[in-house]
């Protein structure tokens, strides 16, 4: 089998020929250095580079497995991976890890006006009368009931917070209070007092908050995307801000990434953008690679793999 890296992975490229030593194993830096001829002749594709697209797939004759080192796949050619009955992994779960903590480090910011007291700094101004709010009660409302919020949600009770999730079909999962099917998010929305977005992107979740919802939210509601940003057309995301119908929101993610220095979110002063670096983590490369390790151990015996398995149908 001929393994080719996406990535360069330091002391793990010599840990893997050790382990498997009858397997070819090629690391490239970057997608466009990838020769022609490993190209044809790769038979396993792993690691992750947002420059992957379907001609280069379509390249690779001989491929039969990716090896998806994140956690989204939107940007794959997830169609053409269905059809070739390509086999697909990802690093689902690792991620959770750094996003959850970046998501309470949201609320912090936010409920104990980190931002504000950043601010007076700046001007050499000395507010002792700012006064930061608690976060134990409040109400976290989570759209997605993956990784990502069963981690949050298990940091979030800790502090006290009242954890709902939505989910596709309300199944129950540890460490939230309760969680609807999606068709009951309106009946909930305007309770929260946070809301998070952690849906993956699919058919389904591609503008799924309107303005409406938007509408229902608390004035003083914080909003936070962690998720995918097209869960909201970009416009009406501006809008939302521009009228005031919540009171803050914190974007990692956007409908058209990277933003131009001209978007207009930039020239709004109730939300903070993160340049969608939440997944961000030195420690991804190895815990990948456990993954994959795992999975190659079973796919060379058994053709397929046991953990982290995408449906190219569903995006996740």
């Not at 068709?183 to 591609?206: M, Q």
Request: charged letters at 30%; glycine letters at 6%; aromatic letters at 10%.
């Amino acid at each position: 089998m001929k393994i080719v890296s996406l990535n360069r992975l330091k002391e793990i490229e010599d840990e893997l020929r050790a382990k498997f030593p009858s397997e070819t194993f090629k690391f490239y830096d970057k997608v466009e250095s990838v020769s022609i001829g490993d190209r044809k002749t790769l038979d396993i594709l792993i690691g992750y580079n947002g420059k992957i697209d379907k001609s280069f797939i379509e390249e690779c004759e001989n491929l039969k497995w990716i090896g998806w080192f994140a956690t989204g796949v939107n940007n794959l050619p997830l169609d053409y991976i269905n059809d070739k009955k390509i086999i697909l992994t990802n690093g689902r779960g690792i991620q959770a890890k750094q996003l959850s903590e970046f998501i309470i480090a949201f609320i912090l910011d936010d409920y104990k006006k980190m931002r504000t007291s950043y601010k007076n700094q700046v001007a050499k101004k000395y507010d002792r009368s700012l006064t930061g709010k608690r976060v134990k009660g409040e109400k976290l409302l989570f759209l997605g009931t993956g990784a990502i919020a069963q981690k949050t949600a298990y940091l979030a009770q800790a502090f006290g917070m009242k954890v709902i999730g939505i989910s596709k079909f309300g199944k129950e999962k540890e460490h939230f209070d309760e969680i609807f099917s999606l068709d009951k998010l309106d009946k909930v929305i305007d309770d929260a007092d946070i809301i998070v977005n952690s849906l993956p992107e699919t058919k389904e979740t591609i503008h799924l908050l309107q303005r409406g919802d938007f509408e229902k939210m608390k004035d003083d509601a914080l909003f936070i995307n962690i998720g995918r940003g097209t869960i909201v057309d970009e416009q009406v995301m501006v809008n939302v801000l521009k009228d005031k119908l919540i009171r803050h929101a914190y974007l990692d993610v956007f409908e058209n990434e990277p933003l131009n220095s001209d978007n207009s979110l930039y020239e709004l002063n109730n939300v903070t953008i993160t340049a969608h670096i939440t997944g961000n983590d030195k420690n991804i490369n190895r815990e990948a690679t456990n993954i994959f390790e795992r999975n190659l151990e079973y796919f060379l015996n058994n053709k397929d793999v046991i953990e982290n398995k995408v449906d190219p149908n569903k995006g996740y």
